[in-house]
Nanobody, 127 residues
């Protein structure tokens, strides 16, 4: 069972940035996952994908709302994925969950493709 540990959330003013870090307890080769990423959820709304990356070739996906502001990267030697968030907006507020799973293709990721989920880290953007 892969454990995902997130860190880096917090409260910031609009326009500022944060970096989220997620570390997996096992390497992708050993556990069979080939993609990692981040989902977020606001109370009363469904979880939505923020960004994902294929750990093998580094191909990324971003939801339209964060393109140009967020960057997802991975460090396979550390079994880690990072989400650099810049120019944060109040609508970016939510619980951010690290995910890992096995998927294929380049269509928008869906939550059901990710069998491993972290506990979540809260991001609050407010003045």
């Amino acid at each position: 069972q892969v454990q995902l540990a997130e860190s880096g959330g917090g409260s910031v003013e609009p326009g500022r940035g944060l970096i989220l870090t997620c570390t997996a307890s096992e390497a992708s080769e050993a556990s069979g996952y080939n993609s990692m990423g981040w989902f977020r959820q606001v109370p009363g709304k469904e979880r939505e994908v923020v960004a994902t990356v294929y750990v093998g070739n580094g191909i990324t996906y971003y939801t339209d709302a964060v393109k140009g502001r967020f960057t997802i990267t991975r460090n396979n030697a550390k079994n880690a994925v990072y989400l650099q968030m810049m120019t944060l907006k109040p609508e970016d507020t939510g619980m951010y969950y690290c995910v890992a799973g096995r998927r294929s293709g380049y269509r928008p990721p869906v939550s059901g493709e990710f069998i491993y989920w972290g506990q979540g880290t809260q991001v609050t953007v407010s003045s």
